[in-house]
């Protein structure tokens, strides 16, 4: 079977594959979610699950539901819960943070289902490292070309620093929910034991 590359949208669905579920399902919570900005239109949804499907990273079946009414469920295959850990679990490197900030997060909210709590707080981690190290350039370009800027050039890199610094804070706050939970667990463990 020839492998593609898998796009966004694709992998999107397999995150979302990780429940059996319809298209039209599929397209409701795009439709209905931040995930619109992925796409919900029957146009895009529907040939992107049969490219999944070529693939063997997903299978279809047809399921009847209630009336006379039939569906196509889609499922993950084992290779598409394989492609989907794969992709979450791929190092993240500064053009994912320049760039491709919207895939980081698509993959961390994929993440605990199909990796579990340490596979999110490994990506989070990942994610605070490299924008720790972006920062300071950023912060370094402001100051050397703050002068020979136009004032909308300025409040432009000030608004990107500003947004970087924002989700770093949130990376700290993320990594203390994962270890206030893991803390709860174990002392409910322990209790349990007890």
Same mark, same amino acid.
């Given at each position: 079977?020839?492998?593609?590359?898998?796009?966004?949208?694709? @992998?999107?669905?397999?995150? *979302?594959?990780?429940?059996?579920?319809?298209? @039209?399902?599929?397209?409701?919570?795009?439709?209905?979610?931040?995930?619109?900005?992925?796409?919900?239109?029957?146009?895009?949804?529907?040939?992107?699950?049969?490219?999944?499907?070529?693939?063997? !990273?997903?299978?279809?079946?047809?399921?009847?539901?209630?009336?006379?009414?039939?569906?196509?469920?889609?499922?993950?295959?084992?290779?598409?819960?394989?492609?989907?850990?794969?992709?979450?679990?791929?190092? !993240?490197?500064?053009?994912?943070?320049?760039?491709?900030?919207?895939?980081?997060?698509?993959?961390?909210?994929?993440?605990?289902?199909?990796?579990?709590?340490?596979?999110?707080?490994? *990506?989070?981690?990942?994610?605070?490292?490299? !924008?720790?190290?972006?920062?300071?350039?950023?912060?370094?370009?402001?100051?050397?070309?703050?002068?020979?800027?136009?004032?909308?050039?300025?409040?432009?890199?000030?608004?990107?620093?500003?947004? @970087?610094?924002?989700?770093?804070?949130?990376?700290?706050?993320?990594?203390?929910? @994962?270890?206030?939970?893991?803390?709860?667990?174990?002392?409910?463990?322990?209790?349990?034991?007890?």
């Amino acid at each position: 079977m020839k492998r593609l590359a898998i796009s966004k949208l694709g @992998y999107a669905l397999l995150g *979302l594959l990780q429940q059996p579920s319809s298209g @039209y399902a599929l397209r409701k919570i795009f439709a209905s979610t931040a995930m619109k900005t992925y796409s919900d239109s029957p146009g895009a949804i529907y040939p992107a699950l049969r490219r999944l499907e070529q693939q063997g !990273l997903i299978r279809g079946s047809i399921e009847e539901s209630s009336g006379l009414r039939r569906r196509q469920v889609f499922r993950l295959t084992r290779t598409g819960s394989t492609a989907l850990k794969k992709w979450i679990n791929r190092p !993240l490197v500064r053009p994912d943070v320049i760039r491709g900030l919207d895939e980081v997060m698509l993959r961390f909210a994929f993440s605990e289902q199909a990796v579990g709590a340490p596979g999110s707080v490994k *990506l989070l981690k990942s994610l605070s490292t490299e !924008l720790r190290s972006y920062i300071p350039e950023l912060r370094e370009q402001l100051t050397v070309n703050k002068s020979a800027m136009p004032t909308s050039g300025r409040l432009a890199l000030e608004s990107g620093l500003r947004s @970087y610094e924002c989700l770093l804070e949130w990376t700290k706050y993320a990594l203390a929910t @994962y270890v206030r939970q893991e803390k709860m667990r174990q002392e409910r463990k322990g209790a349990t034991a007890s």
